[in-house]
């Protein structure tokens, strides 16, 4: 199983990213995929999840901003990130896993993970 995550950079607040995790070696009919991140200092957190009965879930902090979705015929999921602001600020981490409702914030609720993206929104 291999997850790759790209897409990061340095933007503006109020701008625009969009993050890609390439998968491979697992389908995702059958796992919970999330995007987290981990600011320095600071525990990994989760951003959003999508389940795998594509039902999505995002944290307070960027609901309404952020869209998580997966293209099934390219094994891809994406995180598009709208009004960035510099508290977004982090290595953004793509993940696979068995995580059931009750886990899905858990980062040890996921096997996989990728090896994260810098995102720098800059004020």
């Known amino acids: 199983v291999q997850l790759q995550a790209s897409g990061g950079g340095l933007v503006q607040a109020g701008g625009s990213l969009r993050l890609s995790c390439a998968v491979s070696?697992?389908?995702?009919?059958?796992?919970?995929m999330g995007w987290f991140r981990q600011a320095p200092g600071k525990e990994r957190v989760v951003v959003a999840v999508?389940?795998?009965?594509?039902?999505?879930h995002y944290a307070d902090s960027v609901k309404g901003r952020f869209t998580i979705s997966k293209d099934n015929a390219k094994n891809t999921m994406t995180l598009q990130m709208s009004n960035l602001k510099p508290e977004d600020s982090a290595v953004y981490y793509c993940a696979a896993g068995q995580a059931i409702l009750s886990t899905i914030s858990t980062p040890n609720a996921y096997n996989y993970w990728g090896q994260g993206t810098q995102v720098t929104v800059s004020s």
């Open positions: 070696g697992l389908s995702f009919s059958r796992y919970t």
């Open positions: 999508l389940r795998r009965g594509s039902t999505t």
